[in-house]
Nanobody
Framework: EVQLVESGGGLVQAGGSLRLSCAASGLTFDDYAIGWFRQAPGKEREGVSCFDKSDNYIYIADSMKGRFTISSDNAKNTVYLQMNSLKPEDTAVYYC?????????????WGQGTQVTVSS
């Protein structure tokens, strides 16, 4: 069974930084695309970032380019989302996902989510 455990969320002031972690277990890391989605209150869920080790594929949503980066520690089966220059509109619950294959479609496994709150 695939399990994803997020950590690193919290409250930060605008302009600050957070690093989210997603520890994955029950899967072969090379076979999955690991991604991040977020959902703010009253808004639709949106894709944030995606990492696929086998293809060296990295995706960052346009509104987050230059501020967010995704990386991995393959020995730990952990993916990180470094978020810099945070804005109040980044406030949301951030979810880690794992999709078999090369793309983060959000159709596979999901973590429980971690709250990120950015104050103005």
């Amino acid at each position: 069974e695939v399990q994803l455990v997020e950590s690193g969320g919290g409250l930060v002031q605008a302009g600050g930084s957070l690093r989210l972690s997603c520890a994955a277990s029950g899967l072969t890391f090379d076979d999955y695309a690991i991604g991040w989605f977020r959902q703010a209150p009253g808004k639709e869920r949106e894709g944030v970032s995606c990492f696929d080790k086998s293809d060296n594929y990295i995706y960052i949503a346009d509104s987050m380019k230059g501020r967010f980066t995704i990386s991995s520690d393959n020995a730990k089966n952990t993916v990180y989302l470094q978020m810099n220059s945070l804005k109040p509109e980044d406030t949301a619950v951030y979810y880690c996902t794992a999709d078999l294959g090369s793309y983060c479609l959000g159709r596979g496994s999901w973590g429980q989510g971690t709250q990120v709150t950015v104050s103005s």
